[in-house]
């Protein structure tokens, strides 16, 4: 399993960013996907999570409103839209698989239940 993690970059307070998240997995469409962060000194944290069937969404508190998890089965790839980012946004953000079930927050929120992750992608966000 193999999973690539694209669309960070520069932009200014108040901007958007569209991240995207290929995934070399057979039957992508059975595993859900997760979003997590982590900024310079500071440990990883949960964005966003999509259940398989894209059904049910989870955020953390701070991004809920400002953030969109999706996903295309059809291309294998999970998506997060990020508007209205805020410095404090500023991250390098991973995207993982989950390859067990999972039920609602403590579970779709805690890296440890995500068997495989991407590289990051680097998101900086100016003042």
């Known amino acids: 399993v193999q999973l690539q993690a694209s669309g960070g970059g520069l932009v200014q307070a108040g901007g958007s960013l569209r991240l995207s998240c290929a995934a070399s997995v057979r039957t992508f469409s059975s595993y859900g996907m997760g979003w997590f962060r982590q900024a310079p000194g500071r440990e990883r944290e949960f964005v966003a999570a999509i259940s398989r069937g894209a059904g049910d969404t989870y955020y953390a508190a701070s991004v809920k409103g400002r953030f969109t998890i999706s996903r295309d089965n059809a291309k294998n790839t999970a998506y997060l839209q990020m508007n209205s980012l805020k410095p404090e946004d500023t991250a390098v953000y991973y995207c993982?698989?989950?390859?067990?079930?999972?039920?609602?927050?403590?579970?779709?929120?805690?890296?440890?239940?995500?068997?495989?992750w991407g590289q990051g992608t680097q998101v900086t966000v100016s003042s």
């Open positions: 993982a698989i989950l390859m067990k079930s999972c039920s609602g927050y403590g579970c779709y929120d805690d890296a440890r239940e995500y068997a495989y």
